[in-house]
């Protein structure tokens, strides 16, 4: 939603509902761990009731054991919160489930896959971060899939069904390369909202390009 008309955050959630979108991704920023501010939980709450996806609540924020349950009060099924936030990460992923919602831990492109490997047992979902949070249409860095091979392996001898998403610079060019590495769920910001023929066609080409 990082890339919606914002004076009409309800609608575009409509329209990429109908255009085939899975999910719905709030891109919450606090202007401190990143300097944008972005989607407060009465945002997304009001939003809930327009469409029958699911919703999802990434806080690049200071202090998620704050926030995160306040976006699962709000409504969001997965609430995703980062590694370099987090010095308790297990009884902030902890506290994520008891409240209710998926829970899943995010990682910045410099943050190594190593980070999560002692959590594995308790996540839903692993968001690596293909460009620096913060602002949308950056360009994909391309340098991180190595550590998306490396979470994919890392979540196949798991045995657990943990959901692999990539998040940054994400278009028909990038998705494929980010889906061989071994993402199974893809972030789109610009690509969708800022396509010529609009967020249908995006959808569809960013479908047909994996
Ligand atoms: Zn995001």
Redesign the pocket.
């Known amino acids: 939603m ?1 890339a919606a008309d914002a004076s009409r955050l309800g609608s575009e959630c409509r329209t990429v509902a109908a255009a085939g979108a899975h999910r719905i ?1 709030w ?1 919450v920023m606090d202007g401190v761990f990143v300097p944008n501010l972005t989607f407060g939980p009465d945002v997304v709450a009001a939003c809930r009731p327009l469409v029958d996806l699911h919703f999802e609540a ?1 806080l690049m924020v200071v202090k998620p054991d704050e926030l995160a349950p306040l976006y699962v009060e709000a409504g969001c099924d997965t609430v995703l919160i980062h590694a370099e936030t987090c010095p308790h990460l297990h009884r902030s992923l902890a506290a994520i489930a008891e409240a209710g919602a998926r829970c899943g831990v995010v990682l910045n492109p410099h943050t190594p896959a190593s980070s999560i490997s002692e959590v594995m047992t308790m996540i839903d979902e692993v ?1 690596v971060m293909t460009v620096n ?1 913060g602002f949308g249409g950056q360009r994909y860095i391309a340098a991180v899939e190595s550590k998306i091979a490396t979470v994919r392996h890392m979540i196949d001898d798991s045995g657990r069904s943990i959901d692999l998403e990539v ?1 940054g610079g994400i278009s028909a060019a990038t998705a494929g390369a980010a889906v061989t590495a071994g993402a199974n769920v893809l ?1 789109a910001g610009s690509a969708v909202f800022g396509h010529r023929e609009g967020p249908t066609a995006a959808i569809k080409e960013l479908s047909n390009s994996v």
């Open positions: 990082l991704h891109d990434h968001l949070p998040d972030v």
